[in-house]
């Protein structure tokens, strides 16, 4: 099994910034990990069906976006160390939500890179708060 683990939330006010990691650990060689072609970021706030707000593509590292954070969130990928991370900036109070990351989808393209619906592994969460 594959266990993912999400730091890096907080408090913060409008305005602000935060850097979500995502830690891939465990049986890395296992065979659904191994074949991911993608790994995501979604959020999901009380009452709400989970949102998927950025991913990147493992192989070309091309990243893709939801279009409420452009130009504000960044993910990208350090595989040397299975790590995955979403800079956050100029925070908005609607970006509170509970952050997490997933990965083990095995087909990507970018109508469903975003849909929570083909992700094997998925973290615990990290809550990130914005004030106004």
């Known amino acids: 099994q594959v266990q993912l683990v999400e730091s890096g939330g907080g408090s913060v006010q409008a305005g602000g910034s935060l850097r979500l990691s995502c830690v891939a650990s465990?049986?890395?060689?296992?065979?659904?990990?191994?074949?991911?072609?993608?790994v995501a970021w979604f959020r999901q706030q009380p009452g709400k069906e989970r949102e998927g707000v950025a991913a990147i593509y493992v192989s070309a590292r091309r990243p893709y976006y939801v279009d409420s954070v452009k130009g504000r969130f960044t993910i990208s990928q350090d595989s040397a160390i299975n790590t995955v991370y979403l800079e956050m900036n100029n925070l908005k109070p609607e970006d509170t939500a509970t952050y997490y990351c997933?990965?083990?989808?095995?087909?990507?393209?970018?109508?469903?890179?975003?849909?929570?619906?083909?992700?094997?592994?998925w973290g615990q969460g990290t809550q990130v708060t914005v004030s106004s």
């Open positions: 997933a990965t083990g989808r095995t087909y990507c393209n970018d109508r469903t890179l975003l849909d929570n619906r083909g992700y094997n592994y």
């Open positions: 465990g049986d890395t060689d296992d065979y659904s990990y191994r074949r991911t072609c993608s």
